[in-house]
């Protein structure tokens, strides 16, 4: 690829000038994709096993999002949600046939998604004479608006009191910290069937088990934030198809766009009845652009058959890690495409290194190496992935015996 006539430290040196200073961002000035890699602006080659963090669903430059782009940016980009999107319904129809879920509501965000899914939880408790309360769950994370840090760890609430009321939180996969907080007049419970940002950590199927049937004898709802997990990141559409568990309300957004800004909240009928007109709305969120290019997401996960490639590559993945047997691993965690490798050290520094060896992860939680990469990616890419791990984590084993 031809190199950019500006370096990677002049855009770095620009980006801390101008942009408001809230991401520590890696020095990479990042210009173009094709399929699983990435080229920055000095021409070096990425392999991507981050995927914009799961959102890049089908890697970059898809010939079938591009093609429903162009052809969808020549009829229509936006209209008002006064009018009916035939792209919104068509959509809509869709996620209503795999999710099961009967409404959907069309968003720009997982924070958005959360946000609404809030409110809508709330008007519904409300309607049965109960509070509003939300519990959501330690290690969570569901985005930086003010409701939603309300629902997340104490790290991200900090300097900004005060915090919205109307929230409390329980022990992730503890059962008896649930019902410490557990009450009939709950509106929610909020949780990730896969804790992302918490570690890569899954729910244990029992614990999820008995806070469903408690939630169905108290008429509290189920609330699944399935923004990162959602959209065949695990190897089924959804996360909860892992634990057949129907929620009352689910949240979604980065891998149903591959790219394009758009979010949904889905919820059953009963949820649904409890909403009335003006009780929410957005401007932008449903669009046809981003429906149409959501709609051929979806469609091309279908026709490639890439659920199950998805499940039989993340396993092959994390047995290979695995296998290592490195002293230096404490636990590999995750379902489909989305994998966790929890070290008994910092990740950065490891996160770093590949990065310098051409290959993008990252580290969250302190100590966990996160690789979610595009769905379409290959086992011989993923076994690049794999060599340039083992090459990281032997370079840092290295410098800590030193």
Same mark, same amino acid.
């Given at each position: ?108 965000? *997982?924070?958005?998604?959360?946000? #609404? &899914? +809030?409110?809508?939880?709330? @008007?519904? !408790? ?130 149903? *766009?591959?790219?394009?800004?758009? #979010? &949904? +909240?889905?919820?059953?009928? @009963?949820? !649904? ?130």
């Amino acid at each position: 690829m031809e190199k950019n006539h500006k370096t990677n430290s002049y855009y770095h040196q620009l980006d801390q000038e101008y942009y408001l200073p809230v991401f520590k961002r890696f020095p990479q000035a990042m210009q173009k994709g094709e399929v699983c890699w990435l080229w920055d602006v000095e021409g070096k080659k990425y392999l991507d096993t981050l995927a914009g963090i799961a959102v890049n669903t089908l890697g970059y430059q898809h010939p079938e999002m591009l093609k429903t782009i162009r052809e969808q940016s020549e009829k229509l980009l936006h209209i008002s949600n006064f009018f009916v999107s035939p792209e919104q319904v068509k959509l809509a129809e869709k996620l209503s046939e795999i999710s099961k879920m009967s409404r959907l509501f069309f968003t720009n965000s *997982g924070a958005e998604s959360v946000e #609404g &899914a +809030i409110k809508v939880a709330r @008007k519904y !408790a409300h309607s049965k004479g109960k509070d509003g309360t939300i519990v959501s769950f330690s290690q969570s994370f569901h985005g930086r608006t003010m409701a939603t840090i309300a629902t997340g760890q104490k790290k991200y609430q900090k300097g900004f009191d005060p915090i919205p009321q109307g929230f409390a939180q329980a022990k992730f996969n503890d059962w008896e910290s649930v019902k410490k907080v557990a009450d009939k007049n709950i509106a929610a419970f909020l949780i990730e069937p896969i804790q992302g940002e918490g570690g890569i950590n899954p729910v244990d199927k029992n614990f999820l088990q008995k806070l469903k049937a408690f939630c169905d004898r108290n008429d509290n709802l189920l609330i699944f934030d399935e923004v990162q997990t959602g959209i065949g990141r695990t190897g089924k559409w959804f996360a909860k198809d892992h634990y057949q568990i129907e929620p009352d309300i689910m949240t979604l957004a980065k891998g149903l *766009g591959g790219g394009i800004p758009v #979010g &949904a +909240i889905a919820c059953n009928e @009963k949820v !649904a009845e409890a909403v009335d007109f003006g009780d929410h709305g957005t401007t932008f969120g449903g669009n046809p652009l981003a429906c149409a290019v959501a709609l051929t997401v979806i469609d091309v996960i279908e026709k490639e058959k890439l659920l199950e490639k998805v499940q039989q590559n993340g396993d092959w993945f994390r047995q290979e890690i695995k296998n290592l047997h490195a002293d230096e691993i404490k636990e590999v965690r995750g379902l489909g495409l989305m994998t966790g490798i929890e070290l008994h050290f910092e990740a950065k520094d490891l996160v770093m290194d590949m990065l310098e060896n051409g290959v993008i992860a990252n580290a969250t939680a302190g100590n966990v190496v996160r690789m979610v990469p595009p769905l379409i990616i290959s086992k011989e890419e993923l076994t690049i992935a794999l060599e340039t791990f083992k090459k990281s984590l032997q370079k840092i084993k290295t410098a800590h015996v030193q």
